[in-house]
């Protein structure tokens, strides 16, 4: 992702069209300060690929309890028994 450009409102105003289409290309990414804290304008892929990072990692908080795993044979043996699979 590397590191955003700082980019004042004023500049962001004069340039947004530009800055825009830069992000939206993957050219950059900016910070904009303003007085009630600091804005990142990403594109929407960096955005959806972050959003996705986020779940995989979230998904190694809980891990795997092995003891609660069952063996495949159990599984098999308990879906012939709801659907009734014939050999």
């Known amino acids: 992702m590397g590191i ?8 962001l105003r004069d340039n947004l069209y530009k800055t825009l289409e830069d992000v939206a290309t993957g050219g950059s990414h ?13 594109s929407r892929q960096e955005y959806d690929s972050l ?9 190694f908080q809980n891990p ?7 063996s495949a044979t159990e599984v098999f043996k308990k879906i012939d028994k709801k659907f009734g699979f014939k050999k």
């Open 64 to 70: 795997i309890k092995f003891e609660e795993l069952i």
């Open 51 to 59: 959003i996705l990072e986020k779940e995989y990692l979230q998904e």
């Open 30 to 42: 900016h910070l904009v300060p303003t007085k009630n804290g600091d804005v990142i304008i990403i």
């Open 4 to 11: 955003p450009k700082i980019t004042k409102q004023t500049e």
